[in-house]
Structure formats: structure tokens, C-alpha cells
């Protein structure tokens, strides 16, 4: 498989300029734009980790989305299967998705099994350091089989399913995760304390909300100028 490069655009296609960029949102909003990505096996606690984080953002008054593999896969990629390359498309896709969300503001938390190395590297090239954070959701195979949550691990040993990640299609763990948790080992709710301390530790707290490069848009201060 080619090395895989998200960031290739139609060169024909300018970008359109809008009036309001990301900071202008993510000074309505109070927060900044990121996205928490979750990576790991079938059963590993991807979604669960999501819900669970979601809530607490929530609770605090964050605006949250959650791009669930299994929900896109029931739209916006509803036309992709499990080959390699669907997978691959099937990330594109959900990165640049994730791509729009920053821009407008949100904390998005992708679960997305996301298996392959270059992929994950490709959707963290999309985003300013710092603007992604890779949460690999770890547990071995024999117990996320155990967990079989959807059956499917049933089903690919039984024959009747095929490239399920982890048994006929290969996963790469992550070299260097943003964090780790085990979740066999760890309870939900010390997940997402651990959750709470990245995003809370893995940004400046003295920068601002976001960076960007003076251009010819107004920066907050035009857009949220202060009552007299
Ligand atoms: N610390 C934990 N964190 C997350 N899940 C846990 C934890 N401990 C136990 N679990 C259980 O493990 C299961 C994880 O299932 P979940 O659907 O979240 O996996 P997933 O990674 O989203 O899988 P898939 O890729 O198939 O969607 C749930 O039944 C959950 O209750
Ligand atoms: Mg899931």
C-alpha cells in the first residue's frame, strides 16, 4: 500500500475565505477545538471511553461530538467494507470530518479501531500539534475475545466473518500514544480521570484559545469587542 498522506488537495480548488475563522469560535464556546482519538481492538473500550468522556465534558459545559466507527459506518460510510483500503478510506474520511469539528470549536472524540500505524500518523498530520491526542485503548486480544461485546470474535473463528481486525487483519499498536489505558486493568471511571488530566496537561494553559496566522480575517477582538 502507498504511504498514506491525508493532506493531498485538488490543486484546482483555492480555499475560500470566510470572515470567522476557528478562534472566533472557539471564543463563543470558551474552549478550544481538539480531537481524542481512540484507537485500539474490537471490544478494547473505544466507545465506552468516548461515552463515559462525552459526559464529563458535558457536565463541565464542553462541547463535545463523538465520531463513533460504528455510526459513520451507518452514513457517511455506509459505501466502504473492511478491505485495506476502505479501511484506509474509511479514516480519510473520518479525520477530515474530525478536521471540521476543530475548526468549528468542538472537542471531537473519534472511536475508531483506526488499525494501521501510517493512517493514525496521516490523521495527525491534518492538525496542529497539540490539536490531536492519541488515546491507545489497550487490551490483549484474549480478552477483548472474551469481552466479544458484539460477537463478532465468535464469528470470525467460527469462519463466518472475515478481516476482523486482530484475528485476520493485522492491528499495529501505537509506538508513541498520547496515552495508554488498559482497560482490563483500569475502571471506566479512572479512564476517564486519565482522559481529564491529558486534555487538561497537554496544552498550555497560557496560549491562547487558538493560534492562528494574522491574515486578512478580523481576530476575536473585532468579532467580540469589548462593551464599553
Ligand atoms: N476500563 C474500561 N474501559 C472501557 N471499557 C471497559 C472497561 N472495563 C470494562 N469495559 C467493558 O469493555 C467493553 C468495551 O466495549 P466497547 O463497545 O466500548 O468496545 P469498542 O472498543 O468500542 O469496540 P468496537 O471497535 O467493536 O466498537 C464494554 O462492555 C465495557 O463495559
Ligand atoms: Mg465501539
Redesign the pocket.
Known sequence: MPPADFRHAQPAVAAQPYTLVRENREQLGGHRGRVVWFT??????????ANALEVALHRVQKRTYVLD??NIRRGLCKDLGFSDADRVENMRRVAEVARLFVDAGVLVLV?F?SPFRAERQAARELFAPGDFLEVF?DVPLAVAEQ?D??G?YQKARSGALSHLTGIDSPYEPPLAPDLA?R??R???DA?VDRLLALLETSQDATAPIAQHAAGTHPGPAAIHAPQP
Request: hydrophobic share 40%; glycine share 16%.
Open positions: 485500539g481492538l474490537s471490544g478494547a473500550g473505544k466507545s465506552t471511553l466507527g460504528d472511536a479501531i485503548v469481552r461485546t458484539k463478532l489505558l482497560t482490563d483500569i475502571s471506566i479512564c
